[in-house]
């Protein structure tokens, strides 16, 4: 094992603890949490903000392409609640726009 | 007990299936990131969460950037808190033991089957255990079987890998939307993430735009509440 195989594998041991704590961390602070409203939906609103700041830069660059797909995967995820069928349509934007235009 | 685990496992295939379609996804991006097989299996089971697999599949390379790799499983992670807080009434009745022993398989596909089940029915903790378990094996399978088969795609720019998994988010990101309140919040994380990708080097953007947007909801909240 060279020293960036051990580096990945000591990587994915904290990732997991970390992963761990947050988990059962949740549950020892279960009612502790609710008492404080404004760390709970700070906690709640993340997944959101963190994913949209995850994609947005990336739409953008892609430019309009980008922004038209995402939309339509964004629009169809909500209203159908089927992530493949977003992830379908999404794609065939993309490689539409990549390949052909 | 036994059958506890058994009706939750029945009960997450379905999720169980779609969640095998992302898994794929993942392989074959962790194969052309150069991720190993052993890596990836690690992470299956040592991390066991999509969203920062994902995360962490994106940012690899060499040398491995660790502090925004554990910032970014850190920060995508700490909804795991508030999941494992709603879970305080199914594990009242457990010993720590258990709740040490299964809690490891919470994902959010089988805490959410779990919690609309627990509304209906009288189960255990050993009915969310038993959907962890149907899941670890279909992600076990599915991002395995990506990874195996990663190589037959020889074009990835063409065939738009590298948009999958902004498309696969963006579709989550529609399910975090929560009605009004998300409005503003939203428009804060995407200004702040957008300037951040352009003058902050590395992936701090993902950080940067998702704690302030956050912040916004909450402050938002703290004073709609405060004035009635």
């Known amino acids: 094992m060279n020293n960036f195989d051990m580096l990945a594998l000591v990587l994915i041991v904290i990732s997991g603890i970390i992963t761990y704590s947050l988990r059962f961390g949740g549950l020892l602070v279960g009612n502790m949490l609710s008492k404080h409203k404004f760390i709970e939906n700070l906690i709640k609103a993340l997944p959101g903000t963190l994913l949209l700041s995850f994609i947005f830069p990336s739409i953008i660059s892609e430019g309009i392409s980008g922004v038209i797909s995402a939309l339509s995967a964004g629009v169809i995820a909500k209203k159908t609640n089927n992530i493949l069928i977003a992830l379908l349509v999404g794609m065939l934007i993309i490689i539409t726009f990549r390949n052909i235009l | ?228």
């Open chain 2, 1 to 228: 007990m036994k059958s506890n685990f058994i009706k939750g496992f029945i009960a997450t295939i379905p999720v169980g299936l779609s969640v095998c379609a992302y898994g794929l996804v993942l392989g074959v991006l962790a194969f052309s990131k150069g991720v190993t097989f052993f890596q990836l299996f690690s992470m299956d089971l040592i991390t066991f969460a999509g969203s920062a697999q994902f995360l962490m599949v994106e940012l690899w390379k060499n040398p491995l950037p660790f502090s925004e790799i554990l910032f970014a499983v850190f920060a995508i992670n700490l909804r795991y808190l508030l999941i494992g807080a709603s879970l305080t009434p199914l594990f009242k009745n457990s010993s720590i033991f258990e709740k040490i022993a299964l809690m490891h398989l919470v994902a959010d596909e089988n805490w959410a089957v779990t919690m609309s089940r627990l509304k209906e029915e009288k189960i255990t903790p050993y009915f969310l255990f038993g959907g962890g378990i149907c899941l670890v094996i279909f992600w076990l399978l599915s991002t395995l079987g990506g990874h195996t088969f990663g190589f037959i795609i020889s074009d990835p720019y063409s065939v738009g890998l590298d948009f999958v998994i902004i498309i696969i988010f963006t579709a989550l990101v529609a399910s975090f939307y929560d009605g009004k309140d998300s409005i503003f919040p939203w428009i804060i994380a995407a200004v702040f993430s957008y300037f951040s990708f352009l003058f902050i080097p590395g992936k701090w953007y993902i950080v940067t735009g998702g704690l302030t947007g956050a912040l916004v909801y909450s402050f938002q909240k703290y004073f709609k509440e405060g004035k009635k």
